[in-house]
């Protein structure tokens, strides 16, 4: 069992800055993976970025590379997404997620891929 409590999210304008943080508990021995999902209403769950916990290796989806940093404290089991040049296309709910496995570039945004969720927080950028 590991819990996943993101915080973080809130309203912004285009163009600003936002820092989302993901905090994990319980039995964290069992996931070597953390990813950032989003998903707009209506939309799909897309991968936005993740990061190997043990090796600290990062990827990112296209859409946002260049803006959003994912980051990890392992003493404090905790993941972050800090977020800047926020778009209005960048509005959705954003879930924390922890797996496991060996991971290629396309299974680490799968959300398959990951076993346990966050209850999400939402992030809107107006324009």
């Known amino acids: 069992q590991v819990q996943l409590v993101e915080s973080g999210g809130g309203s912004v304008q285009a163009g600003g800055s936002l820092r989302l943080s993901c905090a994990a508990s319980g039995y964290t021995y069992s996931r070597n993976y953390m990813g950032w999902f989003r998903q707009p209403p209506g939309k799909e769950r897309e991968g936005v970025a993740a990061?190997?916990?043990?090796?600290?290796?990062?990827y990112y989806a296209d859409s946002v590379k260049g803006r959003f940093t994912i980051s990890r404290d392992n003493a404090k089991n905790t993941v972050y997404l800090q977020m800047n040049s926020l778009k209005p296309e960048d509005s959705a709910m954003y879930y924390c997620?922890?797996?496991?496995?060996?991971?290629?570039?396309?299974?680490?945004?799968?959300?398959?891929?990951?076993?346990?969720w966050g209850q999400g927080t939402q992030v809107t950028v107006s324009s």
């Open positions: 997620a922890a797996g496991a496995g060996y991971y290629s570039d396309y299974d680490v945004f799968r959300p398959g891929s990951y076993f346990y």
């Open positions: 990061i190997y916990i043990g090796g600290g290796s990062t």
